[in-house]
């Protein structure tokens, strides 16, 4: 079945660095991704929806300029925490449609910011 | 708005338990409804789903009934296994598309040899 997958599974860099998260569908197109961030304990939040070739569509609340989403291609949407801090810290998850699954879900990307 | 509430876990059984997990929904609308799995360290994955009322998701021995009565989806397995382990999501997906997907907090179970 379709897979999307996410890049790097965990990361840990210092307060003040960028992180890039990247997420790709690997057997088809994905014209829409959605970036979400999960809490401990709690349910995951979306934080943008990412569509191919135009800006990113970002829910309330959402630094944008912090949470830089790029979708350059059919299969590739990337998510990069700037001038990450300890309070980023978080566990981000990708998806994108799967028609009548509703969603496919990358394998999550755990960011550790010391 | 549409929200989703689960029952709160961690959820803790011995292997071959009855298993229950609650999910109860506030929506407008039909939306489609989704029990979601997460193993340690991965991302989500599709369990099962229901696009109708009184329509019955199953997979891998779990069943959830869409009642539109009592406005709930309730997620049960027969007999569960320690690979079962996991932490489970209750999800709206309403007309309005993706963007629209509502998660519940998530139940944790934890299965005993």
């Known amino acids: 079945g379709a897979v999307v997958s996410q890049h790097p599974s965990w990361v840990i860099c210092k307060s003040g660095t960028s992180v890039k998260i990247e997420c790709r569908s690997l057997d088809f197109q994905a014209t829409t991704m959605f970036w979400y961030r999960q809490f401990p304990k709690q349910s995951l939040m979306l934080m943008a929806t990412s569509n191919e070739g135009s800006k990113a569509t970002y829910e309330q609340g959402v630094e944008k300029d912090k949470f830089l989403i790029n979708h350059a291609s059919l299969t590739l949407s990337t998510l990069t925490v700037t001038s990450a801090h300890p309070e980023d810290s978080s566990f981000y998850i990708c998806?994108?449609?799967?028609?009548?699954?509703?969603?496919?879900f990358g394998e999550g990307s755990r960011l550790t910011v010391l | 708005g549409d929200s989703v509430t689960q029952m709160e876990g961690p959820v803790t059984l011995s292997e071959e338990a009855f298993l229950t997990i609650n999910c109860t929904y506030t929506a407008t609308g039909y939306p489609s409804l989704f029990w979601y799995v997460q193993y340690p360290g991965e991302g989500l994955q599709l369990l099962l789903k229901?696009?109708?009322?009184?329509d019955k998701g199953s997979n891998k021995g779990f069943e959830a009934t869409y009642r539109k009565e009592t406005t709930s989806f309730h997620l049960e397995k027969g007999s569960v296994q320690v690979s079962d382990s996991a932490v489970y999501f209750c999800?709206?997906?309403?007309?309005?598309?993706?963007?629209?997907?509502?998660f519940g907090t998530g139940t944790k179970l934890q299965v005993i040899p």
């Open positions: 999800a709206l997906i309403h007309s309005g598309g993706y963007q629209k997907v509502t």
């Open positions: 229901a696009t109708k009322a009184d």
């Open positions: 998806s994108a449609p799967g028609g009548a699954e509703g969603l496919f």
